[in-house]
């Protein structure tokens, strides 16, 4: 399935589609809701083409630390963020109860899922060039003041796009990538074209993305990558990387234990495998 202009519609009309939701994005950015310079984080670097991967990391495994490198190696990135998200609910934001919804499914704390990201990033040996934002946690707190659940504008400034504003607006002009995997690059494109699936979080719909940053997309986890292109005129564009090798690596399985403890290296690394085995965590 692909949903290229001339695929998906008739010339012109995905063209408008886009116009309109770019035009409402710009129109909340421009209302009187600025991010406090009380909730920014000081972030210091030479870097000019910045990354960042949202994820869970429950735990972390090989492929989100493949698709981060395979992003500074393809598209040329001098740094990647790693954004944690830490399940604070936002009433009326969030479908279902987070907390509740993080329980159900045997997710990790936060503080143990951004310590094994570290660990992680060391056995890969790749501490210069990618980061954790430590301030990820406090941002997705410091957004729930800027969330009416009665003006829909107000989501362009909750959760997640709150922290990147944040990382934005710290580090001032840069050129900016937000970093995915088909699992969220597809719903991103279904979002503009059809009602959002409802889940636990909001799905931010293709021009709402690209309003903010240029999309590095790579097929994983079973999931055929959706082939759609930015029309020209935009300064922001979707670039596509190969597939990756860990492309069936899935946290999930380790969480819900399908795997053996031996196939645990397969899948992490080797501090993350020893912190697992060692605690334990999920029976291993």
């Known amino acids: 399935m692909s949903f290229g202009v001339h695929e998906r519609s008739a010339p012109g009309k995905w063209e408008a589609i ?9 129109l909340a950015k421009n209302r009187n809701q600025k991010i406090s310079v009380n909730h920014v984080p000081e972030l210091h670097t030479p870097a000019q083409r910045i990354g960042y991967i949202v994820a869970t990391c429950s735990p972390v495994t090989r492929a989100h630390i493949e698709l981060a490198v395979r992003a500074l190696d393809e598209a040329s990135l001098d740094e990647v963020y790693f954004i944690i998200w830490p399940f604070i609910h936002i009433h009326g934001f969030h479908a279902f109860d987070v907390k509740e919804w993080a329980k159900h499914n045997n997710h990790i704390d936060w503080e143990t ?4 990201l570290k660990t992680a990033i060391a056995d890969a040996g790749m501490e210069e060039r990618l980061k954790v934002l430590h ?6 707190a410091a957004s729930k003041a800027y969330f009416d659940p009665r003006k829909d504008w107000t989501y362009f400034w909750t959760g997640t796009w709150y922290v990147i504003r944040a990382i934005q607006a ?3 002009k840069r050129e900016y990538f937000f970093i995915a995997g088909a699992d969220q690059f597809n719903p991103n494109v ?5 009602a959002a699936e409802e889940k636990v979080w909001r799905d931010y719909n293709i021009a709402e993305q690209l309003a903010l940053h240029s999309i590095i997309a790579a097929p994983r986890n079973g999931y055929v990558l959706e082939r759609f292109y930015a ?6 564009q979707v670039h596509f990387i190969g597939t990756l090798k860990y492309a069936t690596t899935s946290a999930t399985a380790i969480r819900t234990r399908r795997l053996q403890p ?6 992490t690394y080797p501090s993350v495998v020893k912190y697992i085995t060692k605690n334990p965590l999920w029976g291993y």
């Open 262 to 267: 031996e196939e645990l290296l397969l899948h």
């Open 113 to 116: 899922r951004v310590h094994l």
């Open 190 to 194: 279904y979002a503009l074209f059809e």
């Open 170 to 172: 710290s580090l001032g």
């Open 231 to 236: 029309p020209s005129w935009l300064v922001t």
């Open 18 to 26: 886009m116009d309109s939701f770019l035009n409402q994005y710009y």
């Open 135 to 140: 301030e990820a946690k406090y941002l997705y």
